[in-house]
């Protein structure tokens, strides 16, 4: 059984038609698990038992009914920060390391009521601190493309895992690009939605203002059919927006018109921009113009106020959502202890990684009454900035294009090759799209000469997800799906 070179709509339909069983695929799911993952090291979780449970359950359903969602049998997997009841979800942190929620998040509940099939719970950088996946407390995870390189952050097992066929799909959460940083790394598409599309109730913080949760895919359009599924109004969650258009899967097959799209010279013109990278992007944007785009050049001055903005809050949110984390409400608990201070010190310093600690002092810094004037305050005015001028920009344009990241995929251990500008400085061409609240498409453009995966990045006004995605399946429409990495390989 070929799954891996099918889009889910047709495994959704062979399912149907009974040219394979929902276990069947699964335990196909599981083989290529069990033959790669000591490499890849796209989880922390397998959950294997339930996953054949629930494929069960999916050819039940299938036998009995041919109207059925359509996710019903298809294994995919989640992000460790997504609570699944009864499984472990640890953040990738020593401090959640035995943690067994309770409770679903909304987003799961959605997918479960879909019939998807729960393969396990994937890897990522600590309490989704981190761009490379190598935070996480357990092992790193390894590029399907080049298991020398980083598969990006922090949802980097969640892409890996789709990558090498260990999963059909996956969930991911994106606080500044971790959705779209590793699917580009990966070769994968993926969709940071607009702010408040998808419930993040039972997904733990990392920063509640700039959190969301989004889809990993092969195709432009097995994502849309995701976003489809879990971009449903939660009534619990108060951040969650309804949004009521066409479906995303059908507004793919609007007519395309002449959109206008906007081409941002100081993003391309930027020092530590990859020729290589820039050269796909370049030709990206000719196939657009020879499709019918207009495109146009736009003025984004924000980009290095956006990097600084991020960090400062997102760091500040961090620092407010891990005060939990103490030995007492949740988490790990340090023992050989004599004084409750002991505790509270203790309990953090041995099971928090120093990504995770430099940025609860860094936080903790910015929130501080002497200084919170001088940077939380400003950061604040700087995102609004941002927001005002993407705002002003969309007023002349439809949807930006711009590089998701500089480079591609980078060595294990190392930061990515860039000129000046610190570890962070990579992730500068996703925030603006976070602090700003509006959807980012992460779309694969093709392989340099090293043949790691390239990526273009889309962004349009808020619930512009449809436009987004039509934009994306022209393109892959007319260069089709990135070669897997064992097609590469061969």
């Given at each position: 059984?070929?799954?891996?070179?099918?889009?889910?709509?047709?495994?959704?339909?062979?399912?149907?038609?009974?040219?394979?069983?929902?276990?069947?695929?699964?335990?196909?799911?599981?083989?290529?698990?069990?033959?790669?993952?000591?490499?890849?090291?796209?989880?922390?979780?397998?959950?294997?038992?339930?996953?054949?449970?629930?494929?069960?359950?999916?050819?039940?359903?299938?036998?009995?009914?041919?109207?059925?969602?359509?996710?019903?049998?298809?294994?995919?997997?989640?992000?460790?920060?997504?609570?699944?009841?009864?499984?472990?979800?640890?953040?990738?942190?020593?401090?959640?390391?035995?943690?067994?929620?309770?409770?679903?998040?909304?987003?799961?509940?959605?997918?479960?009521?879909?019939?998807?099939?729960?393969?396990?719970?994937?890897?990522?950088?600590?309490?989704?601190?981190?761009?490379?996946?190598?935070?996480?407390?357990?092992?790193?995870?390894?590029?399907?493309?080049?298991?020398?390189?980083?598969?990006?952050?922090?949802?980097?097992?969640?892409?890996?895992?789709?990558?090498?066929?260990?999963?059909?799909?996956?969930?991911?959460?994106?606080?500044?690009?971790?959705?779209?940083?590793?699917?580009?790394?990966?070769?994968?598409?993926?969709?940071?939605?607009?702010?408040?599309?998808?419930?993040?109730?039972?997904?733990?913080?990392?920063?509640?203002?700039?959190?969301?949760?989004?889809?990993?895919?092969?195709?432009?359009?097995?994502?849309?059919?995701?976003?489809?599924?879990?971009?449903?109004?939660?009534?619990?969650?108060v951040h969650s927006v309804t949004f009521r258009g066409m479906s995303?899967?059908?507004?793919?097959?609007?007519?395309?018109?002449?959109?206008?799209?906007?081409?941002?010279?100081?993003?391309?013109?930027?020092?530590?921009?990859?020729?290589?990278?820039?050269?796909?992007?370049?030709?990206?944007?000719?196939?657009?113009?020879?499709?019918?785009?207009?495109?146009?050049?736009?003025?984004?001055?924000?980009?290095?106020?956006?990097?600084?903005?991020?960090?400062?809050?997102?760091?500040?949110?961090?620092?407010?959502?891990?005060?939990?984390?103490?030995?007492?409400?949740?988490?790990?608990?340090?023992?050989?202890?004599?004084?409750?201070?002991?505790?509270?010190?203790?309990?953090?310093?041995?099971?928090?990684?120093?990504?995770?600690?430099?940025?609860?002092?860094?936080?903790?810094?910015?929130?501080?009454?002497?200084?919170?004037?001088?940077?939380?305050?400003?950061?604040?005015?700087?995102?609004?900035?941002?927001?005002?001028?993407?705002?002003?920009?969309?007023?002349?344009?439809?949807?930006?294009?711009?590089?998701?990241?500089?480079?591609?995929?980078?060595?294990?251990?190392?930061?990515?090759?860039?000129?000046?500008?610190?570890?962070?400085?990579?992730?500068?061409?996703?925030?603006?799209?976070?602090?700003?609240?509006?959807?980012?498409?992460?779309?694969?453009?093709?392989?340099?000469?090293?043949?790691?995966?390239?990526?273009?990045?889309?962004?349009?006004?808020?619930?512009?997800?449809?436009?987004?995605?039509?934009?994306?399946?022209?393109?892959?429409?007319?260069?089709?799906?990135?070669?897997?990495?064992?097609?590469?390989?061969?």
């Open positions: 059984m070929d799954y891996r070179s099918m889009e889910l709509k047709e495994i959704g339909q062979a399912l149907r038609d009974k040219a394979f069983s929902s276990r069947e695929l699964t335990e196909a799911v599981f083989e290529t698990i069990d033959a790669q993952e000591e490499t890849i090291g796209a989880y922390i979780t397998l959950t294997r038992e339930r996953a054949l449970r629930l494929a069960d359950d999916a050819d039940k359903r299938l036998q009995a009914s041919e109207d059925l969602p359509p996710l019903c049998g298809i294994p995919g997997a989640l992000k460790d920060n997504i609570a699944v009841s009864g499984e472990r979800t640890t953040n990738a942190s020593r401090m959640l390391e035995h943690f067994v929620p309770p409770y679903d998040a909304y987003i799961w509940r959605l997918l479960e009521q879909q019939g998807m099939v729960l393969t396990g719970k994937t890897n990522m950088d600590e309490f989704a601190m981190g761009h490379s996946t190598e935070t996480s407390a357990f092992h790193p995870t390894r590029n399907p493309y080049d298991t020398t390189r980083v598969p990006g952050g922090s949802s980097g097992g969640a892409a890996a895992a789709v990558a090498s066929g260990e999963a059909c799909f996956s969930i991911g959460t994106d606080t500044g690009g971790s959705i779209r940083q590793p699917a580009a790394l990966c070769g994968l598409v993926g969709m940071r939605p607009t702010y408040g599309l998808v419930s993040r109730r039972g997904i733990t913080a990392f920063s509640s203002s700039l959190d969301q949760a989004g889809p990993m895919t092969r195709s432009v359009r097995d994502n849309a059919l995701l976003l489809d599924v879990i971009a449903q109004k939660d009534p619990k969650d995303y899967t059908e507004s793919i097959s609007e007519n395309f018109g002449r959109p206008v799209i906007g081409w941002p010279e100081s993003y391309f013109d930027s020092g530590d921009l990859n020729p290589e990278v820039r050269r796909l992007l370049e030709q990206a944007l000719s196939f657009y113009e020879s499709a019918g785009a207009k495109i146009v050049p736009v003025d984004l001055k924000t980009l290095d106020a956006s990097l600084a903005a991020y960090y400062i809050i997102s760091s500040a949110e961090g620092f407010a959502s891990m005060n939990r984390y103490d030995g007492v409400h949740y988490g790990r608990r340090a023992e050989d202890i004599e004084t409750i201070e002991e505790m509270y010190i203790k309990s953090r310093t041995q099971a928090l990684g120093p990504e995770v600690k430099q940025r609860i002092l860094l936080g903790c810094f910015a929130l501080s009454e002497e200084h919170y004037q001088d940077y939380y305050m400003k950061a604040a005015q700087a995102r609004s900035l941002v927001t005002e001028e993407f705002e002003r920009v969309f007023g002349s344009c439809d949807a930006i294009l711009t590089p998701v990241t500089a480079t591609a995929a980078w060595p294990l251990g190392s930061l990515p090759e860039e000129a000046g500008g610190g570890k962070y400085s990579n992730d500068r061409f996703t925030l603006p799209a976070s602090l700003a609240g509006m959807p980012a498409l992460s779309v694969p453009i093709g392989l340099n000469k090293e043949g790691l995966p390239v990526a273009m990045q889309l962004m349009g006004a808020r619930f512009s997800e449809g436009l987004l995605y039509r934009l994306a399946a022209r393109f892959e429409d007319e260069h089709g799906l990135l070669p897997t990495p064992e097609e590469v390989a061969r």
